[in-house]
């Protein structure tokens, strides 16, 4: 079929799609306009109720929230007022710094008046209110501009913070040498109590004639001599601290009669010490009070240590100023060049028939029977101690000093160290090893203390080096003297706890958790006791 010439076709079809297109296209666009109408009216309707939700909960976190969440939140209002005020500070200072009396003035008005606000809320365990903290934030900040208006920048700021801050620094350092000093003399001054109980022994053993008489028959017991029984030495100048020891030893024992002790004190707490031990009785058990003054042999010729106690330059050091040096006050301390701490090093020579025997420090408490330790086998060893290096700390290298040749050249730095205050010694493989002429040649070495610093332990780790039987820990727990966090099992478990450090149980200064350790074995019920009111 033919088709039509282009200008003889109907036009009434074409036009009539085009209608249909523009009106499908007007709708489209309408329903796209009430689509976006609905969904911004739905979204205002959905948001207006969450902001209402939100601010609610906002207040009414404040309203429920205490004190000290406050001051953490971010959120809180004591939380900015604490900000505003370390800046403000911080403005104070510097606006000292410059002379500017009026705006430190203002600051610090405004700062007393944040302290008391955020005072008060602490005492009543509520949070600030908007309207208590609204207008101090305002005046606050309204102060901090005007500082930085003044050219009062950061870095000003933090020059002079940083000044005091050395300055406070200073003053920190300067507080804690002078605490650790009152620190030590605090360990080591004796309380009125004991000295108020060893005075009136010492009235008693001068009284009383009977007991210098009793005195003198102890000399002659036989059991003083006898390797069959059990020797225990301690050497102090403390009548309680020894008593504690004696009576916590008896009392732990299954047959206290087979012990004895050899005490050993100085001149002047000799009396006091035999009026004790004479005047009370330690479930049967044998003992005996000697005198440093009875040693003839022991003279400054022989014992390196008593030159060292009539050298100038030692008493300077020991005796002296304790700001003339930069030492620390606990190496000052004058227990460590005592004879008495000393003698230690002498037993061989103080108890020449006595074959072993086991040395206890003042400061420890016997919680259990230390008969088996004389049968322990030392396999040779002259001293049976417990070891210290579980921690690194306690290693040679930290106790002497391995820059000198005489100690790298003999000694392993990484050896470990072990613990004086409960050992026993076999007095046989002592004399046989000359213990006594080892450690005479070190402190002879050692007398312008260049080898170690202090005590008697670095000389013992050198004069036993190689000639030490390490023994269970549970035998002997040290640092209840300044460990405050010991396990309660391990002091459980110990036969000796040993109070080493300067928190002594007789002291005020004791650590309070292990102070019943110390007090069950002390006789509450002695009239001197009583009478010198001793904690």
């Given at each position: 079929?033919?088709?039509?010439?282009?200008?003889?076709?109907?036009?009434?079809?074409?036009?009539?799609?085009?209608?249909?297109?523009?009106?499908?296209?007007?709708?489209?666009?309408?329903?796209?306009?009430?689509?976006?109408?609905?969904?911004?009216?739905?979204?205002?309707?959905?948001?207006?109720?969450?902001?209402?939700?939100?601010?609610?909960?906002?207040?009414?976190?404040?309203?429920?929230?205490?004190?000290?969440?406050?001051?953490?939140?971010?959120?809180?209002?004591?939380?900015?007022?604490?900000?505003?005020?370390?800046?403000?500070?911080?403005?104070?200072?510097?606006?000292?710094?410059?002379?500017?009396?009026?705006?430190?003035?203002?600051?610090?008005?405004?700062?007393?008046?944040?302290?008391?606000?955020?005072?008060?809320?602490?005492?009543r365990g509520e949070p600030i209110k908007l309207e208590e903290a609204e207008p101090l934030i305002k005046s606050l900040?309204?102060?901090?501009?005007?500082?930085?208006?003044?050219?009062?920048?950061?870095?000003?700021?933090?020059?002079?913070?940083?000044?005091?801050?050395?300055?406070?620094?200073?003053?920190?350092?300067?507080?804690?040498?002078?605490?650790?000093?009152?620190?030590?003399?605090?360990?080591?001054?004796?309380?009125?109590?004991?000295?108020?109980?060893?005075?009136?022994?010492?009235?008693?053993?001068?009284?009383?004639?009977?007991?210098?008489?009793?005195?003198?028959?102890?000399?002659?017991?036989?059991?003083?001599?006898?390797?069959?029984?059990?020797?225990?030495?301690?050497?102090?100048?403390?009548?309680?601290?020894?008593?504690?020891?004696?009576?916590?030893?008896?009392s732990n024992a299954n047959h206290p009669k087979q012990i004895v002790f050899h005490i050993l004190t100085n001149g002047?707490?000799?009396?006091?010490?035999?009026?004790?031990?004479?005047?009370?009785?330690?479930?049967?058990?044998?003992?005996?009070?000697?005198?440093?003054?009875?040693?003839?042999?022991?003279?400054?010729?022989?014992?390196?240590?008593?030159?060292?106690?009539?050298?100038?330059?030692?008493?300077?050091?020991?005796?002296?100023?304790?700001?003339?040096?930069?030492?620390?006050?606990?190496?000052?301390?004058?227990?460590?060049?005592?004879?008495?701490?000393?003698?230690?090093?002498?037993?061989?020579?103080?108890?020449?028939?006595?074959?072993?025997?086991?040395?206890?420090?003042?400061?420890?408490?016997?919680?259990?029977?230390?008969?088996?330790?004389?049968?322990?086998?030392?396999?040779?060893?002259?001293?049976?101690?417990?070891?210290?290096?579980?921690?690194?700390?306690?290693?040679?290298?930290?106790?002497?000093?391995?820059?000198?040749?005489?100690?790298?050249?003999?000694?392993?730095?990484?050896?470990?160290?072990?613990?004086?205050?409960?050992?026993?010694?076999?007095?046989?493989?002592?004399?046989?090893?000359?213990?006594?002429?080892?450690?005479?040649?070190?402190?002879?070495?050692?007398?312008?203390?260049?080898?170690?610093?202090?005590?008697?332990?670095?000389?013992?780790?050198?004069?036993?080096?190689?000639?030490?039987?390490?023994?269970?820990?549970?035998?002997?727990?040290?640092?209840?003297?300044?460990?405050?966090?010991?396990?309660?099992?391990?002091?459980?478990?110990?036969?000796?706890?040993?109070?080493?450090?300067?928190?002594?149980?007789?002291?005020?200064?004791?650590?309070?958790?292990?102070?019943?350790?110390?007090?069950?074995?002390?006789?509450?019920?002695?009239?001197?006791?009583?009478?010198?009111?001793?904690?």
């Open positions: 079929m033919r088709r039509r010439a282009v200008d003889f076709r109907r036009p009434a079809r074409r036009g009539l799609s085009r209608w249909i297109w523009t009106l499908l296209g007007a709708f489209f666009v309408a329903g796209l306009v009430l689509f976006a109408l609905q969904h911004n009216h739905g979204g205002d309707e959905m948001r207006k109720p969450a902001t209402d939700k939100s601010a609610s909960l906002l207040k009414e976190s404040h309203r429920n929230s205490n004190f000290t969440e406050q001051m953490v939140s971010a959120m809180s209002y004591s939380r900015q007022l604490a900000e505003q005020m370390i800046l403000a500070k911080a403005y104070l200072i510097v606006a000292k710094e410059h002379n500017n009396l009026h705006l430190a003035w203002q600051l610090s008005s405004k700062i007393r008046r944040c302290q008391l606000a955020l005072s008060k809320a602490a005492m900040s309204s102060l901090i501009f005007n500082a930085q208006d003044m050219h009062y920048d950061i870095a000003t700021t933090m020059m002079t913070m940083r000044s005091h801050i050395e300055a406070l620094e200073e003053r920190a350092n300067a507080a804690l040498v002078q605490s650790a000093v009152f620190g030590q003399l605090a360990a080591e001054a004796l309380p009125k109590s004991l000295h108020c109980l060893s005075v009136k022994l010492s009235l008693d053993w001068l009284k009383k004639l009977p007991l210098q008489k009793l005195a003198d028959n102890t000399r002659k017991y036989p059991q003083l001599v006898d390797n069959n029984l059990h020797h225990f030495c301690i050497f102090s100048d403390n009548v309680l601290a020894t008593s504690v020891v004696v009576n916590s030893t008896v002047v707490n000799y009396g006091a010490m035999q009026a004790w031990f004479l005047s009370n009785d330690f479930k049967g058990s044998t003992i005996i009070v000697q005198n440093i003054k009875e040693f003839s042999w022991l003279t400054s010729t022989y014992a390196p240590i008593l030159r060292q106690l009539s050298d100038a330059d030692s008493q300077a050091y020991y005796f002296g100023n304790p700001q003339d040096t930069k030492d620390e006050p606990k190496l000052r301390n004058p227990k460590y060049i005592s004879l008495l701490n000393h003698l230690r090093f002498y037993i061989p020579e103080i108890y020449p028939q006595l074959e072993k025997v086991v040395f206890l420090d003042d400061d420890v408490v016997v919680q259990k029977d230390l008969m088996s330790l004389f049968s322990i086998d030392l396999h040779g060893n002259v001293n049976g101690a417990v070891e210290t290096c579980l921690e690194a700390f306690h290693r040679y290298y930290k106790y002497l000093n391995f820059s000198n040749p005489d100690i790298s050249s003999k000694f392993d730095p990484q050896a470990c160290a072990w613990a004086f205050g409960m050992n026993v010694f076999d007095l046989v493989a002592w004399r046989r090893a000359n213990v006594t002429a080892r450690y005479h040649y070190w402190q002879e070495q050692n007398s312008e203390r260049t080898l170690w610093k202090l005590g008697t332990l670095p000389p013992g780790l050198l004069a036993f080096y190689g000639l030490t039987e390490p023994l269970d820990r549970r035998w002997h727990v040290l640092g209840l003297g300044y460990d405050m966090n010991l396990d309660d099992r391990l002091i459980e478990s110990a036969a000796v706890v040993h109070f080493n450090g300067n928190m002594k149980p007789w002291l005020k200064l004791a650590i309070g958790r292990y102070k019943p350790l110390w007090d069950r074995y002390l006789n509450r019920h002695h009239p001197y006791i009583r009478d010198c009111a001793v904690s």
